[in-house]
């Protein structure tokens, strides 16, 4: 156990559809990253946070936004959702914006109909 | 950009050595992780190269040359365990400290 939560664990929605998911880093941790990994593209980052403002884009569509809290949990807000969304979605929390491990939660696993 | 290339698929048997091999094309190198994933679960961290030599943590060890751009990641004493995916990532300046990966290499052990 990493320590990182994550929630839901799995989420079937359709497509069209906007959907949230939540990241609580580990205690004390100020970084959180989101990544996506889907099978054939493999495990893509997607945004990084550090202590509320946003640090980093990856491969992140227009049509995803994510936020950091004052209390440090994240939110990965996906909408207008398609069939290609669906996918693994893991966070992943570092103690400081220069730390080099990162801790991942168990990811949430997202399947758009 | 960014490349990173490693083997898809590995098998070996308990108790052997594997070697598992990545190379990487990047901008602004600034370090070199492998991280261990199995199906369905979170990645979790093997070891982490920004000098060129050998680090070694109990059965696993990891390489690094930046000349070359090369990695790999050694397996001692395979376990059934070892089956897993490993993923080979770099740090480069132009993503901060985000992660990049490789797509991974499946390893099978067999008894």
């Known amino acids: 156990d990493s320590g990182v939560t994550q929630t839901p664990k799995h989420l079937i929605t359709a497509t069209g559809q906007r959907v949230t998911l939540r990241c609580s880093p580990r205690?004390?941790?100020?970084?959180v990253y989101w990544y996506q990994q889907s099978l054939d593209q493999g495990l893509q980052f997607l945004i990084h946070?550090?202590?509320?403002?946003?640090?980093a884009k990856g491969n992140i569509l227009e049509r995803f936004s994510a936020q950091q809290f004052p209390d440090l949990h994240s939110e990965l807000n996906l909408s207008s959702l398609e069939l290609g969304d669906s996918a693994l979605y893991f966070c992943?929390?570092?103690?400081?914006?220069?730390?080099?491990?990162?801790?991942f939660g168990p990811g949430t696993r997202l399947t758009v109909t | 950009g960014q490349n990173i290339d490693q083997p898809t698929e590995m098998t070996a048997t308990e108790g052997a050595i594997v070697q598992i091999n990545c190379t990487y094309q990047?901008?602004?190198?600034?370090?070199l992780f492998w991280y261990q994933q199995h199906a369905g679960e979170a990645p979790t961290f093997l070891s982490y190269?920004?000098?060129?030599g050998l680090e070694e943590k109990g059965r696993f060890s990891s390489f690094l040359s930046r000349s070359k751009g090369y990695s790999y990641l050694l397996l001692k004493e395979l376990q059934m365990k070892d089956s897993a995916s490993y993923l080979c990532?770099?740090?480069?300046?132009?993503?901060?400290?985000?992660?990049?990966f490789g797509k991974g290499t499946t390893l099978s052990v067999s008894s």
């Open positions: 992943a929390s570092s103690p400081l914006q220069t730390s080099y491990e990162q801790y």
């Open positions: 205690s004390g941790d100020l970084s």
């Open positions: 946070y550090y202590n509320g403002e946003e640090r």
């Open positions: 990047t901008s602004g190198f600034n370090g």
């Open positions: 190269n920004v000098l060129d």
């Open positions: 990532a770099v740090r480069d300046e132009q993503a901060g400290t985000a992660l990049i």
